[in-house]
Every structure is written in structure tokens, then in C-alpha cells.
């Protein structure tokens, strides 16, 4: 039986911003349990509101944007602007969003792109289905992929903890820092027993 493919995703500004969150997708685009991307306009909306609001100066920014860009290797999506019109009922400030996960699709020849928000409302659902889309929040996609493939996902879940050096962090504290940043049902699921 052939290895399922993994999923194609497209993570939006809102899912880079949080640290903890960032660094899990980060890791599990590493290991190959998902197959992430985004747009430099992304990037540019993570980094403004991080900097903005969180003080962070833009040298440490730019370095974490390289990390992501060279831990996901094709993670950069090109070419997208073109496909915007096919979302008008989609919010205007996330038709990007929608256009590159469309462009996605296209560059990864599968026939489903799962763009990862906390704006679902944002996207309208019937666009996306019809250009083979869907919106969905990250504790939903990352709750049914720890159902899917728990090894996948404990595997990068593991590396992450582990990565931490300054401070260390036990697996305690990383599953509340998820938890805090909304994956409340994926960290629940982390606690859970291992199948």
C-alpha cells in the first residue's frame, strides 16, 4: 500500500505570528508530515505585527523568515496575484491568501490545498471548494492529522521540544504554550496516550 501523500497547506499571517505555533509547523514541514507553504506578503504580515507588537527587531525576523524558507524548501509561492479574481466574495485583504493556495495546488499537481487561518469567516467557503480549497483553523487540521498520522506528528512535536535550548522547555509547558495560542483540542490530544 502506497504512503499517503502529505497534506498541501498554506499558512496564513495569523498561524506564523505565535512562536510556539510558527515553530510546530515548522517542524512538522520538516519531517515531512506536511508540505507547507506561503508568499512573501505573508511573511511581510507576520513579521510587521510580531515587530510591531511584540518589540522584535527586524534582523532577528529576517533570519527566522530564512530558517522557514530553507526548513520548508518549496514552501515559497510565486506567481499567484493572477488567481485573485477567482475569489471576489473572499475579503479583499485575503484574497491573497486563497490566490497562492489555488497557485499551490497548481505547482504541487494535487487536487486539495488546505489554507490554515483563524479568519475563516474571512474566506467564503463555496469560492474555495470550487477552486478545490478549504479554510480551516489550525487546531482542527492539526487535531485530524494527529489522528491520521500520530507518529508524523508526535515525531516533529518531539524534535521542536527538543530544539529548545534557551529556555529548555518540558513537554508540559510546550503543550500549554500551544494551548494558550488556541490549539486547545490538539493539545489535548498531545496528552493523550500514544497508539
Known amino acids: 500500500?502506497?504512503?499517503?501523500?502529505?497534506?498541501?497547506?498554506?499558512?496564513?499571517?495569523?498561524?506564523?505570528?505565535?512562536?510556539?505555533?510558527?515553530?510546530?509547523?515548522?517542524?512538522?514541514?520538516?519531517?515531512?508530515?506536511?508540505?507547507?507553504?506561503?508568499?512573501?506578503?505573508?511573511?511581510?504580515?507576520?513579521?510587521?505585527?510580531?515587530?510591531?507588537?511584540?518589540?522584535?527587531?527586524?534582523?532577528?525576523?529576517?533570519?527566522?523568515?530564512?530558517?522557514?524558507?530553507?526548513?520548508?524548501?518549496?514552501?515559497?509561492?510565486?506567481?499567484?496575484?493572477?488567481h485573485e479574481h477567482r475569489f471576489p466574495l473572499t475579503d479583499a485583504k485575503d484574497r491573497?491568501?486563497?490566490?497562492?493556495?489555488?497557485?499551490?495546488?497548481?505547482?504541487?499537481?494535487?487536487?486539495?490545498?488546505?489554507?490554515?487561518?483563524?479568519n475563516i469567516k474571512d474566506f467564503d467557503r463555496a469560492e474555495l471548494s470550487a477552486a478545490g480549497l478549504s479554510a480551516v483553523t489550525p487546531d482542527d487540521f492539526l487535531t485530524d492529522l494527529m489522528r491520521e498520522s500520530p507518529e508524523a506528528v508526535r515525531t516533529a512535536f518531539d524534535r521542536m521540544r527538543e530544539n529548545l535550548r534557551k529556555p529548555e522547555k518540558t513537554f508540559d509547558e510546550c503543550v500549554d504554550a500551544l494551548a494558550a495560542q488556541g490549539l486547545k483540542r490538539f493539545s489535548e490530544a498531545l496528552k493523550g496516550p500514544v497508539t
Not at 507547507?36 to 510591531?52: C, L, P
Not at 511584540?54 to 530558517?67: F, K, N, Y
Open 96 to 118: 491573497h491568501v486563497a490566490a497562492a493556495a489555488f497557485r499551490a495546488g497548481q505547482r504541487a499537481a494535487v487536487d486539495h490545498v488546505t489554507i490554515l487561518t483563524w
Open 1 to 82: 500500500m502506497p504512503a499517503l501523500r502529505p497534506p498541501v497547506v498554506v499558512l496564513d499571517a495569523c498561524v506564523l505570528y505565535p512562536a510556539a505555533q510558527r515553530d510546530l509547523f515548522m517542524w512538522l514541514a520538516a519531517t515531512g508530515a506536511i508540505r507547507a507553504h506561503w508568499t512573501d506578503e505573508i511573511h511581510e504580515e507576520w513579521m510587521r505585527n510580531v515587530a510591531q507588537d511584540l518589540g522584535i527587531e527586524r534582523p532577528v525576523l529576517e533570519r527566522v523568515r530564512r530558517l522557514m524558507d530553507k526548513a520548508a524548501d518549496d514552501a515559497l509561492i510565486r506567481g499567484y496575484r493572477r
